[in-house]
């Protein structure tokens, strides 16, 4: 089902009215994890102003450390629809667990499938249950067919509302956290007709490199980009040091403007 030889025409992805594929971008923005009302509102505000479409957040953090600061959980997704209500942006957020299923279901517009999630296939069986869109990260060694492989057990439940998501993989380079892959855009086009974004954030691991990577994303004809903003990255209790702040979030989506015309 996610291969364009059953499908020729790009899928467009409908997250309440605000569409992405086929021509339409996805913007989506906001801190690695939801730390408090006050964090989330103002980032929210911000990056709508600059032209975000969607509002990112993680209320549970995959963090390779169990004593690392895990996310606000149930109280993280309440802040979420908070600063949904008070800017009208789709929220995206991360599920770890079917146990929070029918919370994600009602509350959150795209569900999002982390790397370390992407082949966590009774997870995705009960994503393909429901109609929410899904964003699926590729994971962190996985291959084009994996993922694609990993889309298609979503929708083969009759979840077609997939958008795939490239964000760096693993290679023998350190200096980078991952490797953004950018031949992944014009090879996932080629393969399947589903929106392919991309996330500069997780695949930098610093902040001064998010912004050429999103300018090589948009050049190369990525359907979006998923980039972290924080208000104090500084102080960030995840992800600050390859977080932008919302000045340069707001100079970069006007940058993004002008490659966008020229491709
Ligand atoms: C994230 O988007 O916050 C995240 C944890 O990303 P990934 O699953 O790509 O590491
Ligand atoms: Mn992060």
Known sequence: RANRMFKPEDTIVDVNGVKIGGGHFGLIAGPCSVESEEQIIEIAKSVKKSGATMLRGGAFKPRTSPYSFQ????????????????????IVTEIMSTDYLDRFANDVDVIQVGARNMQNFELLKELGKIRKPILLKRGLSATYEELLMSAE????????NVILCERGIRTFETYTRNTLDVAAIPVI???????????????????????????????????????????????????????????????????????????
Not at 78 to 88: S, V
Not at 153 to 160: K, L, P, Q, S, V
């Open 71 to 90: 996310g606000l959980k149930d109280e993280g997704l309440d802040l979420l629809l908070k600063a949904k209500k008070a800017t009208g942006l789709p």
């Open 153 to 160: 057990y979503i929708m083969a439940g009759g979840n077609d």
């Open 189 to 263: 086009k080629r393969l399947s007709h589903l929106p392919i974004i991309i996330d500069p954030s997780h695949s930098a691991g610093k902040w001064w490199l998010v912004e050429p990577l999103a300018k090589a994303a948009v050049a190369a004809g990525a359907d979006g980009l998923i980039i972290e903003v924080h208000n104090d990255p500084a102080n960030a209790l995840c992800d600050g040091q390859q977080s932008i702040k919302p000045d340069k979030f707001d100079s970069l989506v006007q940058e993004l403007k002008m490659i966008a015309k020229a491709v």
